[in-house]
C-alpha cells in the first residue's frame, strides 16, 4: 500500500526556497531544483532519518534549506552539505554560520565527483535528489561510502525499482546493486503538489539501513569483489531475457563452475536475488576473470 505524505496528499500551503526571506535565483532545471514547500513532508523526511543530537550528518543539494533547517534543528555534531549550485552554495554557507557549535560546512561541488571513499564511519546521509542523477549518485554512494543510515526522496518509478523483489519487472542491475549495499525500505509517496516548480512525476521516500547493521546475517560484497559484482551485474541485466548460461558463455569450459556457485544457469538474472549474484561473483572471481 501507498503511504503518502500528510498534507500534500491534499494540497500543500507555504512557499519554496530560503525560509529566511532570502532571494531565490530562478529554478535550475538543469539541476533538478524541484524544492519542498510543505513543511509537514519536510518533516516526515527528515524523521525517515533517525538523526539524534551528536550524529553527523552530509546532505546533497540542500537548496533553499528545507531540509537543511531541520536537521539543524536536531542539534547534530557534523553537517556537511554538498551543493552543486553557487548561490545555494554561499546562502547555506551563511546558514552554518549561525550555528557555531556545529562543525562542518558546504562543499560547492558536483556529488558525482566526491571522493566518497573518504566517508567513512557514522554518517547519515540524506537528500531530496535531483532526478537527472539520483540513480549513478546513489549507485555511486553505495559503493564507495560507509554510513549508518540514508534517506533519499526520488523519483517514484526509481523508488519502485530499488526496492523491487527477484522476478518482478521493475527488478534490475539498480536494485541488485544497492540491495547487495543496504535494506530498501518505502517511507511515503510525495505529490508533485509538495514541490515548487512542479515536477511532472510523484516521488518516493526510502530508507536504506546497511546490510552489516541490521543483524540479519547478510553483509555487503568484500572491497575486492565490487567491481567483478558491479560487472557481473551490469551484463546480466543487459540481456535480462536470456538465461545467465548463455550470458556468462565463458562458464561453460569450466567444470563444476555452476554447480559450486549453486545456481542453475538455466535461470535468467531477473530471478536471482542480490546474495545469489554476489555467490556467482565469488566463483566466477576464483576462476576466471570476466
Ligand atoms: N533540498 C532542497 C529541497 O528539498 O527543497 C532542494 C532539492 S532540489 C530537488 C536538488 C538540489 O540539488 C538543488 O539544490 C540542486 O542545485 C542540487 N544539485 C543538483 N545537482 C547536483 C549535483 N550533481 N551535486 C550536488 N548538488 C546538486
Avoid at 35 to 48: C, G, M, N, Q, S
Avoid at 176 to 196: D, G, N, T
Wanted: glycine content about 10%; some cysteine.
Amino acid at each position: 500500500m501507498e503511504v503518502y505524505c500528510e498534507d500534500a496528499a491534499q494540497g500543500t500551503s507555504g512557499s519554496a526556497g530560503g525560509s529566511r526571506g532570502e532571494a531565490r535565483p530562478p529554478a535550475k532545471r538543469s539541476l533538478g531544483q524541484n524544492y519542498l514547500r510543505d513543511p509537514e513532508v519536510t518533516r516526515r523526511i527528515v524523521a525517515a532519518l533517525k538523526a539524534e543530537p551528536g550524529d553527523s550528518l552530509i546532505e546533497i543539494g540542500p537548496g533553499p534549506g528545507a531540509l537543511t533547517g531541520h536537521l539543524l534543528a536536531g542539534a547534530p555534531e557534523r553537517l556537511v552539505l554538498v551543493e552543486k549550485d553557487h548561490a545555494w552554495a554561499f546562502a547555506r554557507r551563511e546558514t552554518l554560520r549561525e550555528f557555531p557549535g556545529v562543525s562542518g560546512g558546504v562543499i560547492l561541488a558536483d556529488a558525482l565527483e566526491l571522493a566518497w571513499e573518504r566517508v567513512r564511519g557514522p554518517w547519515k546521509i540524506i537528500g531530496n535528489l535531483p532526478y537527472n542523477v539520483a540513480s549513478p549518485l546513489m549507485w555511486e554512494i553505495f559503493s564507495r561510502a560507509g554510513f549508518s543510515r540514508a534517506v533519499f526522496m526520488i523519483q517514484k518509478e526509481v523508488g519502485e525499482r530499488i526496492a523491487a523483489s527477484p522476478g518482478s519487472r521493475a527488478y534490475g542491475a539498480l536494485s541488485v546493486w544497492l540491495q547487495s549495499f543496504a535494506r530498501p525500505q518505502l517511507e511515503c509517496i510525495v505529490p508533485p503538489q509538495a514541490f515548487y516548480p512542479r515536477p511532472k512525476v510523484y516521488s518516493a521516500v526510502l530508507s536504506f539501513t546497511p546490510l552489516s547493521r541490521e543483524g540479519t546475517g547478510s553483509l555487503p560484497p568484500p572491497p575486492a569483489l565490487k567491481p567483478v559484482l558491479a560487472d557481473l551485474i551490469r551484463r546480466c541485466f543487459q540481456q535480462r531475457r536470456k538465461q545467465l548460461g548463455t550470458i556468462l558463455r565463458e562458464a561453460r569450459g569450466e567444470a563444476g563452475l555452476w554447480e559450486k556457485s549453486g545456481i542453475d544457469p538455466v535461470l535468467r538474472p531477473e530471478n536471482l536475488s542480490p546474495g545469489d549474484f554476489l555467490r556467482l561473483a565469488l566463483v566466477f572471481s576464483q576462476r576466471i576473470s570476466l
